[in-house]
C-alpha cells in the first residue's frame, strides 16, 4: 500500500507545519536561535517498535528548509530496538526545531500503528487469517494509516467508499434483508466488484451466498459460530470476523479458520511509539 502521491503529502504537511506555526511563527526558537544557525540531530526511537511515516517525518523537515539534508538510517517496515536511530537531518537550527513536533507526531503515530498491526500479525502466525484494517482512521491520515497497517505486516481492507461494495446493518434496516441487499448490490456493480456483507446471524449465511456474496463479515460472532460459519461456507466465499478483537483474543478466532480479521482499533487507537529528536549534548 503506497502512501499519498507527493503533492497531497506535501499539501497535507504544510496544512500541519501551518497549524503549529501560526500567524507568529517559531517564536522561541527565533527568539534564541541565530538566524546563520544550523543543526545536526537525529530521529530516534525510544521505543522497540515497527518503522512506518519515516519518509513523511523527513519531508516536513524540507518543507522548512529546502535545503536541509535527511539520511535515513531505518526504512519503514523495519522493527527496531530500543534507542536506534531511524534518521539524521541537517539544516537551518531554527527550520529542524520548527518541523520536530509535526514529525515526530507524525512518525509516532504511524510507527504505533504498524507496531500494533506486526503484534497482531506474529500472534495469528501459522494460521489462514489475515490482519486487515478498515475505514476509522483519523481524518486526513487515511493512506499513511492504511500504509503503516501494510508496514507491520497487514493488509487493507477497502480503501473508502469507492472501491467495495460493504452492505452493513444501517443498510440492511433500510433495504429489508441481508440477502436483497446483496442481489442490489451485485446487480448494480457487476461481476467485477468486490460485494462485501455483513451478518449477525448464521440464518442469513447461506442467502447472501446464494445472493453473491464475495465475503461476508461474520460481526461480533462467537469463536464456535466463527467456526460453524467456515464449515458451512467450505469456500464458498471469503469470510471475515470483525469486533472486539484484542491481542488477546486474535489467536482463537484466526483458528477458527477465517480469512480476514478486521480491526478498527489498529487505526483510531493505537498507541503511538515514543520517538525522539535529539541533539548532540
Known amino acids: 500500500m503506497p502512501g499519498p502521491r ?62 536541509a539534508r535527511v539520511t535515513p538510517l531505518a526504512t519503514d517496515g523495519a522493527c527496531v530496538p530500543a534507542g536506534a536511530a531511524l534518521a539524521e537531518v541537517s539544516g537551518r537550527a531554527r527550520a529542524v526545531l520548527s518541523a520536530e513536533r509535526v514529525a ?105 451466498i446464494e445472493a453473491g456474496a464475495d465475503i461476508v463479515m461474520l460481526d461480533n460472532m462467537e469463536p464456535a459460530l466463527m467456526r460453524e460459519a467456515v464449515r458451512l461456507t467450505a469456500g464458498r466465499c471469503l469470510l471475515e470476523a470483525s469486533g472486539s478483537i484484542t491481542l488477546e483474543t486474535a489467536r482463537a478466532v484466526a483458528e477458527t479458520g477465517v480469512n480476514w480479521i478486521s480491526v478498527g482499533w489498529l487505526t483510531h487507537s493505537a498507541p503511538s511509539l515514543d520517538v525522539a529528536l535529539d541533539f548532540p549534548g
Open 6 to 67: 507527493v503533492e497531497h503529502l506535501d499539501a497535507f504537511l504544510r496544512a500541519a507545519l501551518a497549524e503549529d506555526l501560526g500567524r507568529a511563527g517559531d517564536v522561541t526558537s527565533a527568539a534564541t536561535i541565530p538566524e546563520n544557525a544550523t543543526a545536526t540531530a537525529r530521529l530516534v526511537a525510544r521505543e522497540a517498535g515497527c518503522v512506518s511515516g519515516l519518509t513523511a517525518a523527513l519531508r516536513t523537515f524540507q518543507l522548512m528548509d529546502p535545503e
Open 104 to 208: 515526530l507526531n507524525l512518525l509516532g503515530q504511524l510507527s504505533g500503528v504498524a507496531t500494533a498491526t506486526r503484534a497482531l500479525v506474529d500472534r495469528v502466525a501459522g494460521t489462514n487469517a489475515t490482519i486487515v484494517d478498515t475505514r476509522k482512521t483519523v481524518p486526513g491520515l487515511r493512506a499513511l494509516q492504511k500504509a503503516a497497517v501494510v508496514h507491520g505486516g497487514g493488509a487493507n481492507h477497502r480503501m473508502g467508499l469507492y472501491d467495495a461494495v460493504l452492505i452493513k446493518d444501517n443498510h440492511i434496516a433500510a433495504v429489508g434483508s441481508a440477502a436483497e441487499a446483496v442481489r442490489r448490490a451485485r446487480a448494480h456493480v457487476g461481476p467485477d466488484f468486490r460485494v462485501e456483507v455483513e451478518i449477525e446471524s448464521l440464518d442469513d449465511l447461506e442467502a447472501v
